[in-house]
């Protein structure tokens, strides 16, 4: 066993989901061992923090690298690196204010508008969402600003067994935007969204391509409709599970500082990105790199289905 091996442990920070990973330095390249004892402690925990790492741009992507593809999107924020297509560079106030005729805070109000719609996974609305997305932090508020991940393998098996039963046979349309209230007359993101828009029929449980666990694939973002049944009876079912999935027993919360990386399985999580620092005059600067994921499969081991705006293995 080499001293990399030898010097990592891994710390639970919740019952159901999260683990800071101690002793190892992300800017170094690791092990096969290294690699495999943190694979192991993702498909485990669902989301590992990492603290005092000192990581640049390009030993960001190298470590992603070492689990998997990352994915070069087409479009990105204004602030994110020229020359690391993998990293996207997420820093609210300079991306938001002025963009579509808001404000800042107007954006966020009718982007957030409810606690549930905030959760959600990474490109949840593509056929092949993001296997893991690597966050890490490089300005961080000087309180606020934490992230909370819940788990949704955790959530399913936590349902009675009638209900998880009928839910494994159901499907639902994740949709681009569903979570966003339009402003009156014209409104210039609506019509961006309707530009761009992507939306996939996705199993209501997907079948974890690595674990074999059964994981509920809700969110509160992108889902739209849950397909035959009624939509009075979708809107019950769906706010019923999205209770049941962010259940505070299912969740963990991570407090942020400049050096914190932050590692999930996007596949078996949704998280809520913070609100609480909105009307703070600090700057909060992340940047993340996300790794190609497959098309889900449901119980019956149908694949996910495209409606429109993404295909697989094309970003």
Known sequence: MTDQ??????????????????????????????????????????????????????AHVAFARRFGTPVRLRSRGSVSPGDFPEVETTADRLELGGRYGMDHEEWLRRRRHSLLRGWHCDHGARVDPPAATIL???????YGGDTTWSNLAAAYAGLSAPVRSFVDTLRAEHRLGVGYQSRPGDDAYARHLLDRQIATVHPLVRVHPETGERVLFVNGYYVEQILRVSRPESRALLDMLLEQAVRPEYTVRFRWEPGSVAFWDNRATIHLAPSDTDHLDHPRVMHRVMLAGDVPRGVDGAPSTPIVGSEPGRW
Do not use: Y
């Not at 019952?15 to 690699?35: F, K, Q, R, W, Y």
């Not at 004892?37 to 640049?56: C, E, H, S, T």
């Not at 890490?136 to 000087?142: L, M, N, S």
């Open 136 to 142: 890490r932090a490089e300005t961080v508020p000087p």
């Open 5 to 58: 091996v030898t010097s990592l442990e891994v710390k639970p920070a919740a019952g159901h989901i999260g683990a800071e990973i101690t002793g190892v330095d992300l800017a170094e390249p690791p092990t096969d061992e290294v690699v495999a004892a943190i694979r192991a402690a993702l498909l485990r925990w669902k989301v590992l923090f990492f603290r005092g790492q000192r990581l640049d741009h390009a």
